[in-house]
């Protein structure tokens, strides 16, 4: 039985392309500035943002810690989402390494700031506290369920960040989902942050790394950073080539993965008893079974072949390159078998 991997579009594979891509790659040393495919691969993300400039780091996690030791002091607060990825998946490495405070707000079904809440935690200037110095948005949102924040929504942030003087950073490790999925260019999105970040080991099939970017100051004092914490890379040539493969290939097709999430959802939601959690807005999809404990129903799927995990009480599935159309109604047949065969 061929197992179907709906964990995270973290589970991609490269596309054949793409590996020769790599393998074919022309490369440097990095840290000396001197991979011109990591130069062309920085280059071209930044144009893709609208930014001045990038760099190519090892991790979404890691970009985002260099993107908050950047624009923060030792000491300052940092206004995040309650629920957003920095301080749910992230390690606490904002306050171990940092030693930064994450000033966590209210977010609503979307994943969007309450921004009364956001006003109410900006810190005043009073030597009691910290200071407020930056300002976090993730777009998508994972843990709302991939939603998308639209430019109206992201403007909002950026509206309140510039009357309270803050930056803002933009976790947008699938920000390439949100732009197709509301059909406009990915800089209109990125245009609301200072600086952003972009995962390309998720729906853009790279076997790992992330970029940042922002102003080519931000980014110079953002590589002192990124060598700290040890992502100085060398001859990582190889890891950018795939990042320029995907940024050329793999972008419009993640339509594909949000139409295959839709049917995904339409499938479930026909089952009794289940309820989505919400309906899916791009590539990620949380559901409940009445009945069933959701890490019971975990270790079902499991066995029956459909990879997914209990998230907060929630099964999560995510779709990808790798999966189709065929993989999502088998996975949808075996669910039923599951469920039918009662808790």
């Not at 977010?107 to 810190?123: F, P, Q, S, W, Y």
């Not at 972009?198 to 980014?219: A, Q, R, Y």
């Not at 289940?274 to 959701?294: I, Q, R, S």
């Not at 990808?320 to 109604?329: N, S, V």
Request: net charge negative; with cysteine; charged share 25%.
């Amino acid at each position: 039985m061929k197992p179907i991997e709906l964990r995270s579009d973290t589970f991609t594979l490269p596309a054949p392309e793409m590996r020769r891509a790599m393998a074919d790659a022309e490369l440097g040393d990095d840290v000396f500035g001197e991979d011109p495919t990591v130069n062309r691969l920085e280059a071209l993300m930044a144009e893709r943002m609208g930014k001045e400039a990038a760099v190519f780091v090892t991790s979404g996690t890691q970009g985002n810690l260099i993107a908050m030791l950047t624009h923060c002091p030792r000491g300052a607060e940092v206004i995040v989402g309650e629920n957003a990825h920095i301080p749910t998946f992230e390690g606490g490495g904002s306050s171990i390494v940092g030693g930064l405070g994450l000033r966590l707000v209210r977010t609503d079904a979307k994943g969007r700031l309450d921004l009364g809440h956001v006003r109410e935690n900006i810190r005043p200037d009073d030597e009691h506290f910290p200071r407020t110095r930056l300002i976090c948005v993730e777009n998508t949102h994972n843990r709302a369920g991939g939603m998308v924040q639209n430019e109206e929504d992201l403007a909002a942030v950026r509206g309140l960040a510039d009357r309270r003087g803050l930056p803002v950073h933009i976790d947008g490790a699938r920000v390439f989902n949100a732009a197709v999925k509301l059909a406009v260019p990915v800089a209109n999105l990125a245009a609301f942050g200072d600086s952003i970040s972009i995962c390309l080991s998720k729906g853009l099939g790279c076997p790992v790394g992330s970029l940042l970017c922002g102003t080519k100051d931000f980014i110079h004092e953002a590589r002192r950073n990124r060598k700290m914490l040890g992502g100085g890379m060398r001859q990582a040539g190889v890891l950018a080539a795939a990042g320029i493969y995907a940024l050329e290939n793999m972008v419009d097709r993640l339509a594909e993965d949000h139409e295959n999430a839709r049917i995904a959802s339409e499938g479930l939601a026909a089952m009794p008893g289940v309820k989505l959690a919400p309906p899916p807005d791009t590539n990620l999809l949380y559901f409940t079974v009445d009945g069933w404990n959701a890490r019971k129903l975990e270790e079902r799927l499991n066995a029956a072949g459909v990879r997914c995990f209990d998230e907060a009480g929630r099964i999560r599935w995510v779709t990808h390159y790798g999966i189709t159309r065929a993989d999502i109604d088998e996975a949808l047949d075996r669910t039923r078998k599951v469920l039918s065969a009662g808790a």
